[in-house]
Each structure stands twice: as structure tokens, then as C-alpha cells.
């Protein structure tokens, strides 16, 4: 019988069977009674699968040839900006210099890393309109708790941490807004969208007052509109005493043409494995730098980088600093992609990153608007809802058309998100795709949407053609088996 | 089953049924619960909580969201249906009966002016 590599290492494991045999070695054999008490040693030994070495190759290779990636096909998930990761990123974070240092050695022997991270601050900089970056922050939620516990701190400098213990949130915001909140100790406060898709200045100006520690708000906002009012709402804010935070996730959209300084934010954090083409999701960690103006510079995170004449170094000296956030300087391997990225795409390049973005989620946008439902009718910036509705009262659900869409070969797009549209699908094509690769995907999507009408059964019946069809996600997450039983 | 026709509503989709005058059963209507999809996970308060009018006393996660569910009365936890925490699937099957969330003891008699009664529900719900 074939032996299929679907089975877990523990189901191929025979006894007895090894990998590897070392060669007898001339040292002296102890006993490891010797070197560790009696208590922490295990009385029977550990259940490690036991294989050869090609068999552990073929189930590896097995599940890497299941996996989807930004390189296997389209990847329109909305909210994530799934673009490409140029390669030259990863031949220059495979440096010696930058690959082969340790987080510990001294500083004088690691100046040309410490430049590396002063210059992405800088660059960070222009691109935010801050006057200060932290590299630490290990991605977007841990920027957005830390840019909070820069609000506190600020409040509480100022004798009104007590105070201000509300955070404002839109009802459009990405659930790490309010979850960040909370771990921060805040009090949530949602603001209801208007019917445009936008934060309401009437509602924002009904919900401020002297509680109010902030507004956290993200520009374009996750129905990828641009909140128009935006210089109104921070002078709405500022004036109650509280400060913006900007969420950047949607960064892609306004690189060169805008900034949040700009636009009155105090605090921002970037995805650099959004908008900086690092790895993202399985394929590495995160990057979620935090920018803030001048004044709320002394709250920032340490160790700080900080250069004087030609030599850097890390300060660590810094009284009202909030502490610092992440093991030693952030994901160091990351932020040495994003600032090859930016170096290689040079300011005129970025500007073309995002209007490419946009001009992309609006073709596909206006190529699907006569099959869906598009509940808001603006122009988008990088990305855009539209609706299941019409679908959905032919028994054709979103999440069938999400389904049947990976039958096409392209990876869903974000669904059900943003709450406030019902049968949403949310879709960003990054400005990395060939137009042959949008129309392809748009296709796809009307030929759903006609077969919804015509063959639904073709639609809630999908997928066809992957290894695994529909999962019962519903009992798995009702009665969710979380540590490996071994028959 | 509780007859719909005798309940109260928020336009938060949450259902009253008044057992005395300042007794309730509290639960959440058939359309929420439609909207929500298959329910996972029901996370109720603790008996003899003190609730505010529309503070948040639940949590309803599904396979699509999680819905934080506001008290339409003022009052005192009474009961909670414990019985949905390992058989959140309740709520999906029988909204308005096994599948209540919690019964309140309010302090004097509950006003139920500014709530919709049933058919006033029906419309605002095909409204939307």
C-alpha cells in the first residue's frame, strides 16, 4: 500500500525506524543522573515519531504543495493588502551583516544595522508625516496597544488619566481596534457609520466629552472610503482633549499623496507586512512600527535609536517612556525587508504603489457592479465591499460564493467583514496584479454570480476540486478538539 | 415556546416577555439570531448582577461574528439559561423558547412604552 502523506508524522512513525545513525563518540559517556535530578527526568520516554529521513521530506513537501500563497495565485483579501514580496528583499536580508548578527553584541560592531534601522525611522517618517518611529512593535495589533499606552501615558502626565477612559472606536473599525482598547484598560465607545460609509461628525460630536481619551480610526477605512471630514473630526477630537490614533492597515492607499500628520492624527502604526511587502501571515512575522508627534516623543518605547555625528547607538534612557514592547529592537529580519522595499521603489515608486491600488479596486469594482449589490457608490481607494444580497435571496450565500471562487483558483476575499455590510465580501486586489489577472478574477466572479441565478446548486454545492470541501465549522468551533489524540 | 405575539422588542433585535410586572425573560428575536448564523458560543452574566438599561450583560459568537447583546431593562439577574453554554446551538433552534438568555428582577414595574410590540417588530425588521 502507498503510504499517503496526508497522515501525521505520528501515524507513519514504526519503532525503531531513524533518520540519522551518529558515528560512536570519543567522549565519555555520563549518565544523566548525573547531570539532572531525579525529578525532572521523565520516567517513560517522550512518544517522538520515528522516520526516515526521505519520509519526513515527502510529508513536508506533501503539505507545502497544499499550501496557497501570494505566489501560487490571486490573493484578493480584503483589509490585508496581499501584494507581492519582491525577492531582492530577501537577498538583502540574508546580508552576513544583517542575517549573521547577534541582538547582543556591541553596539560598535553593529553600526551598519543600526543605520539600517535610523534610516527605515526616517523613511517611516515621511511616509506617516510623525516626527517619531519605534521599530519595536511585532505587528499592527501590538502598535495599536502600544500607541494606547502612549495615550495614557500622555493623559496621565497631564492629571487626567482618571479621566479620560474612553476610547472611541467606528462601527466599521477592524476588531483589533476595540481589543486593543480593552487590553489597554479602556472603556469602548462605538460610533455609528453614516449612511455614506463614514464617521458621522454629527454622531463623533455627540459622543466626545472630558472621558474621552481618544478616537482610533483607520484611513481609507475598511469600506476603502476615505473619510472626507477627516480634519474636522481631529479638530472635533483635539478639542475635547483627546487624540487620533491611526490604524494603518490600509496604508496602500495613500503613499505619497497623504500623510496622518497631515491629516491630525497623533499616533500611527504601520503593517510593514502590509504596505512593505514583508512576509505575511504563515509566510513570517509581522512588523507593526508606531510613529507619534513631537509632543507625545517622550512616551515612546525604549531603547530608542539614536545617532550623533556618524556613530549609533541604542538609548535606553528615557523616564516617562512606556517600557519597552518587544524583546529586544522589533523583528529586526522584517524591517530589513520593508526598508530594501522602499529603498528599491524610491518615493515616485511608492506613489505609483498606491495609485496603481486604487486604479485596480476600482476597475474590478466597476467591471463587478452590475452583478452585485455595491452598497456604497463613491469611488474607492484600494479596496471595496460589495454585497451578497441579491445572491442571498436566491439561497446563493456569501460564503458559498467564497467557496466557489477557489475553485476558480484564486484565494477568497475577506467576508462578513466589515459587520455593518450584510453578505459582505471585501475585496483588495493590490496594485501588483496584471490587468489579464483582474479581468480573469472578475470573470470568475460574474459567472458566480450568473450561475447563482441559474445553476445555484453549482455554487453551494463548491468546492469541487480541492483536497477538503466544506468543513464543519460550526462543530469544530462548538466542540473544538485542541491537543492531538492519539488513537 | 413563548408566543412571539406577546413579547416586546429593541431594535437591537433583543425580545422581552413580561412574566409579572417587574419580572422578565429576556432573549433574542429569530432575525438576530438568522443574522448571526450558527452560534458557537454563548457567554452569559452572573446571577445577581446589578444591569443597567442597555448595558452589555452577553456575548453571542458565531461561526461569522461575535454580538455583544444590551439589557432592555433595568434590574437584577435573576436566572441565566446555563443550559446554553454547552448547548449553544439552543439559541439557533429555538430563539424565543429553549433558547433564552436571562430572566431579570427589576426593582418596580418594568416600563415597556418605549419597546415595540410584536407587530410593530415585524415591520421594522422587514424595514431593514
Not at chain 1, 518587544?326 to 529586526?332: A, H, I, L, T, V
Request: with cysteine; proline share 5%.
Amino acid at each position: 500500500m502507498t503510504t499517503t502523506y496526508d497522515d501525521l508524522l505520528f501515524e507513519i512513525s514504526k519503532p525503531g525506524r531513524i533518520g540519522y545513525s551518529l558515528p560512536e563518540s570519543s567522549i565519555e559517556k555520563t549518565d544523566l543522573t548525573n547531570l539532572v535530578s531525579d525529578h525532572l527526568i521523565r520516567e517513560e520516554p517522550a512518544e517522538l515519531p520515528e522516520l526516515s529521513e526521505l519520509q519526513v521530506m515527502r510529508h513536508y513537501t506533501g503539505l507545502s504543495n497544499k499550501n496557497f500563497g501570494i505566489e501560487t495565485g490571486f490573493y484578493p483579501l480584503g483589509s490585508c493588502t496581499m501584494k507581492y514580496n519582491p525577492k531582492i528583499n530577501e537577498d538583502i536580508a540574508r546580508y552576513p551583516g544583517f542575517a549573521q548578527i547577534h541582538p547582543l553584541q556591541p553596539e560598535k560592531t553593529a553600526q551598519g544595522a543600526l543605520e539600517m534601522m535610523y534610516r527605515l525611522e526616517e523613511n517611516l517618517k515621511e511616509v506617516t508625516g510623525m516626527d517619531a518611529i519605534s521599530l519595536q512593535p511585532a505587528a499592527g495589533a501590538q502598535g495599536e496597544w502600544a500607541g494606547l499606552l502612549i495615550f495614557k501615558a500622555y493623559h496621565q502626565a497631564n492629571g487626567e488619566g482618571d479621566k479620560r477612559r474612553k476610547i472611541l472606536v467606528p462601527d466599521s473599525a477592524h476588531g483589533t481596534n476595540p481589543a486593543s482598547a480593552i487590553v489597554a484598560g479602556y472603556d469602548v465607545v462605538e460610533i455609528k457609520s453614516n449612511k455614506e460609509g463614514r464617521v458621522g461628525v454629527e454622531a463623533l460630536k455627540a459622543a466626545v466629552g472630558p472621558d474621552t481619551a481618544g478616537l482610533m480610526l483607520t484611513n481609507p477605512n475598511t469600506l476603502g472610503l476615505f473619510e472626507v471630514d477627516i480634519v474636522e473630526i481631529a479638530q472635533i477630537v483635539h478639542e475635547a482633549g483627546g487624540l487620533l490614533y491611526y490604524d494603518g492597515a490600509n496604508a496602500n492607499a495613500i503613499l505619497g499623496k497623504s500623510t496622518p500628520g497631515e491629516m491630525g492624527f497623533d499616533v500611527v502604526h504601520l503593517n510593514l507586512h502590509k504596505t512593505f511587502s514583508t512576509p505575511h501571515g504563515g509566510g513570517g512575522p509581522g512588523s507593526g512600527p508606531i510613529g507619534v508627534k513631537d509632543y507625545l516623543k517622550d512616551f515612546m518605547p525604549a531603547p530608542r535609536i539614536k545617532k550623533e555625528e556618524d556613530e549609533y547607538s541604542l538609548s535606553y534612557t528615557h523616564p516617562q517612556s512606556i517600557g519597552r514592547v518587544k524583546g529586544y529592537y522589533g523583528n529586526f529580519g522584517v524591517n530589513v525587508r520593508a526598508y530594501s522595499y522602499i529603498r528599491s521603489m524610491g518615493a515616485e515608486g511608492l506613489l505609483q504603489v498606491s495609485e496603481d491600488a486604487v486604479l485596480h479596486a476600482n476597475y474590478l469594482k466597476a467591471r463587478l457592479e452590475p452583478y452585485y449589490e455595491t452598497p456604497y457608490k463613491d469611488h474607492c481607494k484600494h479596496e471595496f465591499v460589495l454585497s451578497g444580497i441579491r445572491q442571498k435571496k436566491l439561497g446563493v450565500r456569501t460564503l458559498d460564493i467564497a467557496k466557489r471562487l477557489l475553485d476558480y483558483g484564486f484565494y477568497a476575499p475577506t467576508v462578513y467583514f466589515p459587520l455593518i455590510v450584510e453578505e459582505c465580501l471585501m475585496i483588495e486586489p493590490t496594485e501588483t496584479e496584471a490587468k489579464e489577472q483582474l479581468d480573469a478574477f472578475a470573470d470568475a466572479l460574474i459567472d458566480i454570480a450568473k450561475d447563482a441565478e441559474e445553476n445555484p446548486d453549482t455554487v453551494t454545492g463548491a468546492p469541487y476540486t480541492k483536497a477538503v470541501k466544506r468543513l464543519d465549522e460550526v462543530t469544530a468551533a462548538r466542540k473544538p478538539i485542541v491537543v492531538y489524540q492519539k488513537n | 415556546m413563548t408566543d412571539k405575539a406577546k413579547l416586546f422588542f429593541t431594535k437591537e433585535h433583543e425580545w422581552v416577555e413580561l412574566v409579572n410586572d417587574d419580572y422578565v425573560r429576556i432573549g433574542i428575536s429569530d432575525y438576530a439570531v438568522e443574522q448571526l448564523g450558527d452560534i458557537v458560543f454563548v457567554e452569559l452574566p452572573e446571577l445577581k448582577a446589578e444591569l443597567s438599561a442597555e448595558d452589555e450583560f452577553a456575548t453571542v459568537e458565531s461561526v461569522k461574528s461575535t454580538s455583544e447583546i444590551y439589557a432592555p431593562v433595568a434590574g437584577s439577574v435573576a436566572k441565566v439559561n446555563s443550559a446554553l453554554e454547552d448547548e449553544p446551538e439552543k439559541l439557533n433552534e429555538a430563539p424565543f423558547g429553549e433558547g433564552w438568555l436571562i430572566e431579570i428582577q427589576a426593582s418596580e414595574a418594568v416600563d415597556v412604552s418605549g419597546l415595540m410590540d410584536s407587530s410593530a417588530y415585524e415591520e421594522y425588521v422587514s424595514s431593514l
